[in-house]
């Protein structure tokens, strides 16, 4: 896939994902594909805004006095594969496969947000 292809592909798969679990919390975790252990876990429990430009996405959240205090940005050209599953309850999960040999993913928890 070109720059190109990923960039559009993380803005409507996982730009999709958060417009539509806007009012919930999401979980994300960044695991080590070849151990298979997770590295951290991290909950997005409040508004968020997700950015897009020519060489990254940014989403940033816990934004007080104009200081955001937690973002996770992803250039595109780190990016091996971005994908959606489904489970069968129907819970949707999006994974950023980094080059490096790490996984972003992200799920919502189902608890709304106030």
């Known amino acids: 896939m070109g720059m190109i292809d990923i960039k559009e592909k993380i803005t409507k798969t996982l730009g999709g994902f958060l417009e539509r679990n806007k009012e919930y919390t ?17 909950y997005i429990a409040d508004e968020y805004s997700f950015k897009t430009d020519d060489k990254k996405v940014t989403l940033e959240w816990d934004n007080r006095h104009d200081v955001v205090l937690n973002n996770i940005s992803i250039a595109y050209d780190e990016v091996l594969a971005c994908y959606d599953e489904e489970d069968e309850y129907g819970q949707q999960m999006v994974f950023v496969i980094l080059k490096c040999g790490i996984s972003i993913d992200f799920g919502c928890c189902g608890l709304r947000l106030s």
């Open 26 to 42: 999401i979980e994300v975790y960044m695991s080590n594909l070849s151990t298979n252990s997770i590295l951290g876990k991290m």
